[in-house]
């Protein structure tokens, strides 16, 4: 078709429209590729970060409110914390359970325990020695990690085969096993227990250790419990808060059991249901999958005192300055399309009015409306693929540039905090921490995706700037443009 | 034999608030082999004439058949493209491309069985012109006036159509030049058999025609032998 030939001829000898042309294109295309491929990048890195911090959704007391309550008098200190609304009670936590989302969940509550069998581990600090004798508020038998003791030991229960202490290096299990999942199902006395509280009283794997819990109604109740395992705790001891809290609370002092033993003593279900947790650890099959779940359990629990987030302070921290900058970017593409397609197309208008002399002589020798239209699209699109293919490796570089320098200015400095031990067995909304995740690299790179999508739209507003103001000339008969014209 | 009919055509415009009329209820035939020439003052619609037999637009009243087909059966565009060619006063060749280029464009276009090597018969035929290969190879722009008009000549003949229009096609050419091209006109009506229509303000142009033709009060009239008196 002669029409390539008219049009490369038009390119070649147009020099000076053929290079305006050029660049407008290259300047518009590389701004919206930068664009695209900081787009790109941070969606990338977004989806990294998530995986990076995990799959977990955590639900436990949303302790703000809870304070911010308590001292301005809305409830009183002294009220049973299980009563109120949205708190973490199993029953409430299985209400969440139904999802084909969840790959397994960990329930940790405390209760605590006295025996004889054990003499528990005493904080000794650099210049003092102390007991833990405890303070707090009130009597609390009850199965919450409280700022009380009033029992040697504390039990901490679990409901996976590794704990979820286990899967944060909380602890580190030095010898013997995990319990099963048949053993945690069916509430198997079987207790870890840590290495001082096991050197201190000679324990070893497979000793059994007579436990009564301090739980209303079981109090006089010995129970038998074998040792499957011995950890070591990893909890950074801090003087002045392990000083004011009983022994129990000390981490030496952690007895780790699975949850359903608090049936195999004789609670019924509706008992286990009013459970009161420490937190419930919801790990899913895929980290992805955490917005899709968080959707799906919106409504089931009236969380007024409650709260259920999967790392999303974390996830904030590390994830807001990239997704701050792909809104920027996807703004600045915005904007330079619009006005791009917009200043192309009165360029591309004002060029075919200068040439409606030619459309003119082209109709009235017998070519079609449809192949002079072609002709203008076929010269239009070569120059915009040209530059459109110079200005993928510019593109780049541009983008590159555009999101270092905007994202370092987004990111917060970090500090490092000291874990407290003890303190109510970890209210942490967060299983993980900023510090433990490592910053996903934004990088901006060649994505066949995005030079697709780019080549593919950068061609059609060319197409449609060129091909409305060819046919609104073409419309006219050849005498009435040459007539005008001539 | 009728190649080119034209029944009952009217043409006018809107004037301020009237209508003038320029073509009114004209009819003619024209036959193959004839050269024509059409005369007339300056307005008298000697050129809408012309843009009406050659399809550039249409008649506001009556019909004109080519064949004995009528242009709105052939369709304007394949009429165009096929049956006639023009050549216009301003030249109107396609300013980015060469003389030889302007030649091979209308050659592609035609749905005309034209020879195989198109190149060498559009050389062959602007070299019959005087229009030689590096001169053919050159930028419109970079060609005399009379050159480009040699070369919208070739253009025209190019496609071997029946029909060949021309508006005042020597109106830019010096005499010796004038009459080459109409010796080549008549040639083409005699020889070849082709129909060619020339509007002309040249009384020298129209004596060479074989039949002179007059726009009066928007009907042709038929004045050949009478030119002594235009």
């Known amino acids: 078709m002669y029409l390539f030939n008219r049009a490369f001829a038009y390119i070649r000898k147009q020099k000076a429209k053929t290079i305006l042309l050029l660049v407008l294109f290259f300047l518009i295309a590389n701004i919206v590729l930068a664009g695209l491929s900081i787009q790109s990048a941070t969606e990338t890195a977004k989806t990294l970060t998530r995986q990076e911090i995990g799959a977990d959704v955590i639900y436990t007391f949303n302790t703000s409110k809870l304070n911010t309550d308590f001292r301005s008098g809305v409830i009183d200190p002294s009220v049973d914390r299980a009563s109120l609304e949205g708190a973490p009670l199993y029953g409430n936590l299985v209400q969440l359970l139904d999802s084909d989302l969840i790959k397994s969940y960990d329930v940790i509550s405390s209760y605590e325990v006295t025996t004889d069998d054990l003499t528990p581990y005493v904080y000794t600090p650099t210049s003092t020695t102390t007991t833990g004798t405890g303070t707090g508020q009130g009597g609390g038998k009850s199965i919450i990690g409280a700022y009380t003791s009033s029992g040697d030991l504390s039990m901490r229960t679990f409901t996976r085969v590794e704990p979820q202490d286990f899967i944060d290096e909380t602890s580190t299990l030095i010898s013997g096993r995990y319990a099963n999942q048949d053993e945690i199902d069916q509430g198997a006395y079987v207790v870890l227990i840590e290495k001082t509280l096991a050197d201190l009283n000679k324990i070893k794997v497979g000793d059994r250790l007579s436990l009564t819990p301090t739980l209303d109604g079981y109090d006089t109740i010995a129970l038998d419990f074998e040792v499957i395992g011995i950890y070591q705790s990893n909890e950074v001891v801090d003087d002045r808060s392990a000083s004011m809290i009983g022994s129990s609370l000390l981490a030496q002092n952690r007895i780790y059991t699975p949850f359903r033993t608090l049936s195999s003593m004789g609670y019924t279900e509706n008992d286990m249901n009013d459970v009161l947790l420490d937190k419930a650890i919801i790990t899913l099959k895929d980290p992805l999958d955490v917005e899709t779940y968080m959707a799906s359990i919106e409504g089931r629990i009236n969380l007024v005192y409650g709260n259920i987030s999967a790392n999303d302070a974390v996830y904030e921290q590390l994830a807001g300055p990239i997704e701050t900058l792909g809104q920027m970017s996807n703004v600045l593409v915005l904007i330079v399309v619009i006005a791009g397609a917009a200043i192309l197309s009165l360029i591309t208008a004002l060029t075919i009015n200068q040439r409606k002399n030619e459309i003119g002589i082209l109709l009235a020798i017998g070519e079609s409306k449809t192949k002079i239209v072609s002709q203008f699209i076929v010269e239009v699109v070569a120059i915009a693929l040209i530059a459109f293919t110079l200005s993928t490796f510019s593109g780049l570089s541009i983008g590159r540039m555009i999101s270092d320098v905007t994202l370092s200015s987004f990111i917060n400095t970090e500090t490092t905090t000291v874990v407290p031990t003890g303190m109510g067995g970890g209210n942490r909304s967060a299983t993980v921490t900023a510090e433990e995740i490592e910053p996903v690299e934004l990088n901006v790179k060649f994505d066949p995706i995005v030079l697709i999508q780019f080549f593919g739209a950068g061609i059609l507003i060319s197409i449609i700037s060129v091909a409305i103001p060819a046919l609104y000339v073409t419309r006219f008969n050849p005498k009435q443009i040459l007539t005008n014209n001539g | ?230």
């Open chain 2, 1 to 230: 034999m009728s190649i080119l009919e034209l029944k009952n055509i009217t043409y006018g415009y809107i004037d301020g608030n009237k209508k003038r009329t320029i073509l009114d209820d004209l009819s003619y035939t024209f036959e193959k082999g004839k050269f024509y020439s059409i005369l007339g003052p300056s307005g008298s619609g000697k050129t809408t004439l012309l843009s009406l037999m050659g399809a550039l637009e249409k008649a506001q009243e009556g019909r004109i058949r080519f064949e004995g087909q009528s242009l709105d059966e052939i369709g304007y565009v394949k009429y165009r493209r096929n049956h006639q060619s023009i050549v216009f006063q301003q030249f109107n060749l396609i300013p980015y491309l060469s003389g030889l280029e302007n030649v091979l464009n209308v050659m592609h276009i035609t749905d005309n069985e034209l020879p195989q090597d198109k190149q060498k018969t559009a050389l062959n035929l602007l070299n019959t012109f005087g229009i030689v290969e590096s001169k053919a190879r050159r930028s419109i722009s970079q060609l005399s006036g009379g050159e480009q008009q040699r070369v919208a000549i070739a253009r025209a003949l190019a496609t071997n159509v029946e029909l060949i229009l021309a508006d005042e096609p020597t109106g830019n050419l010096d005499t010796a030049t004038q009459k080459e091209i109409v010796a080549i006109f008549r040639k083409l009506a005699s020889d070849y058999k082709r129909c060619v229509i020339v509007v002309t303000h040249s009384d020298e142009v129209a004596k060479m025609s074989d039949t002179q033709l007059k726009l009066v009060d928007g009907k042709l009239v038929d004045i050949t032998g009478s030119l002594s008196h235009v």
